[in-house]
Nanobody, 115 residues
Framework: VQLVESGGALVQPGGSLRLSCAAS????????LKWYRQAPGKERELVAG????????NYADSVKGRFTISRDNAKNTVYLQMNSLKPEDTAVYYC?????????WGQGTQVTVSS
């Protein structure tokens, strides 16, 4: 299993970014995917999740209405569209899949929101 995140950057408050996570090594369309983030000195937190077919999504209260998770099963990729970014969104963002009870993570991508 391999998960490779990309798209992180330095962005001003109020800006937007789209993160991508390219997956391989498993049957992508059969599994739900999640995005987590971890800010310095804080625990990793769940940001958003999407079911295998994409019909159901859930979000942390802190990002509802600003972030959108989506997936393209033909490209084995999950996305996180982030709008109206705030300084408190600054973190390393990770995608995650759980297969037979084992958690798999990518290397993460840094998002920094600062003026």
């Amino acid at each position: 299993v391999q998960l490779v995140e990309s798209g992180g950057a330095l962005v001003q408050p109020g800006g937007s970014l789209r993160l991508s996570c390219a997956a391989s090594g498993f049957t992508f369309s059969s599994y739900g995917l999640k995005w987590y983030r971890q800010a310095p000195g804080k625990e990793r937190e769940l940001v958003a999740g999407i079911t295998s077919g994409g019909s159901s999504r859930n979000y942390a209260d802190s990002v509802k209405g600003r972030f959108t998770i989506s997936r393209d099963n033909a490209k084995n990729t999950v996305y996180l569209q982030m709008n109206s970014l705030k300084p408190e969104d600054t973190a390393v963002y990770y995608c995650n899949v759980v297969i037979w009870g084992r958690y798999y993570w990518g290397q993460g991508t840094q998002v920094t929101v600062s003026s």
